[in-house]
């Protein structure tokens, strides 16, 4: 085989023409794609980096968010049990209080109709002693009892008092005296009585005798409005009045 100069220059200069073409048209543009390839994926990369990133700030926040809101959870819990705890005690309290309440009014109701039937347990008792009195002094009466009772009766006229006095004489003014005994009056005892009158009275006053056996026993006389009770009926019925009245 010849070595041909002239071939061997041309195939040197084809050579040299091909990679120049090669660097111009191929080389190049390939390497312009790989370099925009090579910065699409290096970008692609710093932008997935920093989503990463921001993902695990996210993550950060919302574990920190997850943690204040069990924080804040817990301590609405505990809040509301408080609330509920002082809620139930005030309940409870209230509770108590009415039923303290109704207690002390029960007792109260109680205790007043306790008292109303000891009222009325001792007024019949009273009424029954009363009538138990008056059987007895009825069958105590007779005119001795009555003499004795209308010289206590005369005895008492005579030593009252300066405003009984003024009272009885205001009393009798321009009246008659009306004198009731459960048995009849003798005729000392009548002057007795007229002559204890006119003493408490200043004035002879004319006085009427009748007999009514429900006075039981002793003296009673009228002067107008006003009444002088020396009676065994009148004493019983002041004696019941009175302690009706204070019971």
């Known amino acids: 085989m010849q070595f ?5 220059v041309l195939e040197i200069f084809n050579f040299l023409v091909l990679v120049w073409l090669l660097q111009h048209f191929l080389y190049r543009p390939v390497r312009d794609i790989i370099d925009r390839r090579q910065r699409a994926i290096e970008k692609s990369m710093g932008d997935a980096a920093a989503a990463r990133q921001e993902a695990e700030q996210l993550k950060t926040q919302y574990a920190a968010r997850m943690s204040d809101w069990e924080t804040e959870k817990r301590r609405l819990q505990d809040k509301l049990q408080q609330d509920l705890s002082v809620e139930r005690e005030q309940r409870m309290t209230a509770l108590q209080n009415t039923l303290a309440d109704e207690r ?71 009246a008659d005296a009306r004198v009731i005994s459960a048995f009849p009056l003798d005729g000392g005892q009548r002057e007795s009585i007229t002559a204890a009158l006119k003493g408490v009275t200043g004035t002879a006053i004319a006085c009427t005798f009748s007999i009514d056996p429900e006075v039981i026993c002793g003296v009673r006389i009228g002067l107008g409005a006003y009444l002088l009770e020396g009676s065994i009926a009148g004493e019983l019925q002041f004696f019941t009045r009175n302690w009706s009245e204070a019971a």
């Open 4 to 8: 041909d100069l002239s071939t061997f």
């Open 104 to 174: 002390k009014k029960t007792e109260i109701l109680e205790q007043r109709r306790q008292a109303d039937i000891m009222q009325k347990n001792e007024r019949a008792a009273m009424a029954q002693a009363g009538q138990f009195a008056a059987q007895l002094l009825l069958r105590a009466a007779g005119p001795a009892l009555n003499g004795r009772l209308a010289e206590i009766f005369i005895n008492d006229l005579n030593n009252l008092p300066a405003d009984r006095r003024v009272e009885i004489e205001k009393a009798a003014a321009g």
